[in-house]
């Protein structure tokens, strides 16, 4: 028996590889490494493969047949929202047809168990701050579509006898272990690291809007948690019982941008101070995840804060 991890050498995906061999389970992990580094996954079987390959299926299905696959968790997309903006066609290549490769094969070998990372992208601009899963999905751009159409695959699939669990992630950043760092420079946390190295001061995005400080509230939630969180959603799968399929994974507390550049301050050990631009087009205000049905269901909890996420996320030639 053995857990599919697609996506398993990326940022996230690394994390709950980790997580799951420490429990003593077996793990392949399939990532074409467009954007996953080997080195974070050593202990795992590593299939080098891009699930939107015309071949994906079947060689997909001979992965699941050889290692006697029986649960799947799916990390493996394009995730840059301003990327998808501009090749949205890749995106829906890479993240729809990567799905219904990945659904083919698991309908072909009678893999039934499936743990989707799904985005608060899929709420786009919402009319309220505080976000329920039953709150109106109306992605605003590609990235978040892609999600939302995985989310209906899903669905579908759930129909004919698949049990998967979506969890709509808010806002990921820090560093479970020191060697799985984000090392992408897209998110806040990574940026503002990014600047300070080169010498450059944070760049705030507006510190007009209508929120406690004038900057955008988001909820960072710990990578280490997010981790776990899909542990419980395995567990909850395999015991049998779906009482809901989507679920939030945040904190349900907001920071703003300006919160986070103290935590990193703190972290860093040298104040920093930020250089305030315009807005940027399409930045709602405050999304803050309510993570109630989380908590009931798969009685998951972040358990880690800002400050923590803020410590774990400077790496070592930076820490004060
Ligand atoms: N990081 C966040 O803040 C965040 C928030 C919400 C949702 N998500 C979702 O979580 C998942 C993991 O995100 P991450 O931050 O770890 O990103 P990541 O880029 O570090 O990991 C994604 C992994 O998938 C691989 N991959 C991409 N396309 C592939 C393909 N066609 N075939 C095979 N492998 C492919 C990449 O090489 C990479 O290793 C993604 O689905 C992303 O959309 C992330």
Redesign the pocket.
């Given at each position: 028996m053995s857990t599919l991890v697609?996506?398993g050498?990326?940022?996230?995906?690394s994390h709950v590889v980790r997580l799951l061999e420490e429990r003593g389970e077996q793990v392949v992990v399939?990532?074409?490494?467009?954007?996953?580094i080997p080195a974070r996954v050593p202990n795992a079987v590593l299939v080098e493969?891009?699930?939107?390959a015309p071949d994906a299926e079947s060689r997909l299905r001979a992965v699941m047949e050889e290692h006697d696959v029986t649960s799947v968790i799916h990390?493996?997309?394009?995730?840059q929202v301003g990327e998808s903006v501009e090749r949205p066609l890749w995106y829906y290549r890479?993240n729809v047809d990567?799905l219904a490769n990945l659904l083919g094969a698991m309908e072909a070998t009678g893999v039934d168990t499936m743990v989707f990372?799904?985005?608060?992208?899929v709420y786009g601009m919402p009319d309220s701050g505080l976000l329920s899963e039953k709150t109106e999905c109306r992605p605003i751009n590609p990235y978040g579509q892609t999600?939302l159409v995985g989310e209906w695959m899903i669905d579908n699939a759930a129909r004919h006898g698949l049990k998967a669990i979506k969890l709509r992630?808010f806002?990921?950043a820090g560093a479970g272990w020191p060697d799985l760092a984000?090392t992408?420079v897209m998110?806040l946390v990574p940026i503002i690291l990014d600047r300070v190295a080169a010498g450059k001061a944070p760049i705030v995005f507006g510190d007009d809007y209508p929120t406690p400080d004038g900057t955008c509230v988001r909820d960072y939630v710990h990578v280490a948690d997010l981790a776990d969180a899909h542990i419980a959603a395995l567990d909850h799968l395999g015991a049998g019982e779906i009482a809901e399929s989507v679920f939030n994974v945040g904190t349900g507390r907001g920071a703003s941008v300006l919160e986070v550049i103290d935590a990193m301050s703190r972290a860093l050990g040298r104040h920093l101070t930020p250089e305030i631009a315009a807005r940027r087009a399409g930045d709602p205000p405050q999304l803050v995840a309510d993570v109630s049905a989380i908590n009931e269901v798969l009685g998951w909890r972040a358990s880690y804060g800002l400050a923590d996420i803020a410590d774990s996320a400077v790496p070592e030639g930076m820490r004060p």
């Open positions: 697609t996506g050498a990326g940022y996230i995906g399939v990532d074409d490494l467009s954007n996953g493969l891009d699930l939107s990390f493996a997309a394009k995730k890479n990567g990372s799904s985005s608060a992208a999600k992630y806002n990921v984000d992408a998110n």
